[in-house]
Nanobody, 125 residues
Framework: QVQLVESGGKLVQEGGSLRLSCAASGRTFSNYAMAWFRQPPGRERQFVVAYNWNFGRTYHAGSVKGRFTISTDNTKNTVYLQMNSLKPEDTAVYYC??????????????????WGQGTQVTVSS
């Protein structure tokens, strides 16, 4: 059974930067497709970015492309979300997700098998 634990969320000012971490345990990390999603207050969960280990490819939502970057540390079984030039509309609970294969639409939360508990990011104007 895979467990994902996010950390790093906090209150930051508009224009600031923040790095979130997602520590995975339970199975070989590099067998997954990993992703970050977010859920703003009162809204549905949104795709942010995904990483396909098999092909080494990254997929971004248009709203974060050029500002957010996903990276990994295989020695720590951890995936990171570096967020720069933060905006108030980035305020949300951020979730880490993983799936056991590489198929499907990575922007669709339904296809993911494992989820973390979420970490709150608040961007003040």
């Amino acid at each position: 059974q895979v467990q994902l634990v996010e950390s790093g969320g906090k209150l930051v000012q508009e224009g600031g930067s923040l790095r979130l971490s997602c520590a995975a345990s339970g199975r070989t990390f590099s067998n997954y497709a990993m992703a970050w999603f977010r859920q703003p207050p009162g809204r549905e969960r949104q795709f942010v970015v995904a990483y396909n280990w098999n092909f080494g490819r990254t997929y971004h939502a248009g709203s974060v492309k050029g500002r957010f970057t996903i990276s990994t540390d295989n020695t720590k079984n951890t995936v990171y979300l570096q967020m720069n030039s933060l905006k108030p509309e980035d305020t949300a609970v951020y979730y880490c997700a993983a799936k056991d294969d590489y198929s499907g639409d990575y922007s669709d939360p339904v296809i993911y098998d494992y989820w973390g508990q979420g970490t709150q990011v608040t961007v003040s104007s």
